[in-house]
Nanobody, 131 residues
Framework: QVQLAESGGGLVQTGGSLTLSCVAS??????????MAWFRQSPGKEREFVATISRSGSTTSYADFVKGRFTISRDGARNTVSLQMNDLKPEDTAVYYC??????????????????????WGQGTQVTVSS
């Protein structure tokens, strides 16, 4: 079993920045074997992909609506994945979820951008951007 704990959400003005963090833990869990991702969900909408990072950290992929503004990274020593969010907009308001794909392979043919790719999820952290 894997536990994912997000933190760092909050209220910020348009144009501001926030950094979300997610710590992964679990008995016999090896962080380096998981691709990691962030998804988000706004009221009345489906959960959508935001960003993903490969097991090694060498490959990242982003949704078009965050390219150039958000950066995903991982720290193997701390079992942590982070999402640096800059130039935030009101439409970025959502609950942000950390996800782990524990069966990810080292060199996938495509980035893991589907919810079905991920088998562990955090509880989410609220991000609110005021206009």
């Amino acid at each position: 079993q894997v536990q994912l704990a997000e933190s760092g959400g909050g209220l910020v003005q348009t144009g501001g920045s926030l950094t979300l963090s997610c710590v992964a833990s679990g008995r016999s869990y090896t962080f380096s074997r998981s691709a990691m991702a962030w998804f988000r969900q706004s009221p009345g909408k489906e959960r959508e992909f935001v960003a993903t990072i490969s097991r090694s950290g060498s490959t990242t992929s982003y949704a078009d609506f965050v390219k150039g503004r958000f950066t995903i990274s991982r720290d193997g020593a701390r079992n942590t994945v982070s999402l640096q969010m800059n130039d935030l907009k009101p439409e970025d308001t959502a609950v942000y979820y950390c996800a782990a794909a524990s069966r990810a392979i080292l060199a996938p043919v495509r980035p893991y951008t589907s919810r079905d790719d991920y088998d562990y999820w955090g509880q989410g952290t609220q991000v609110t951007v005021s206009s």
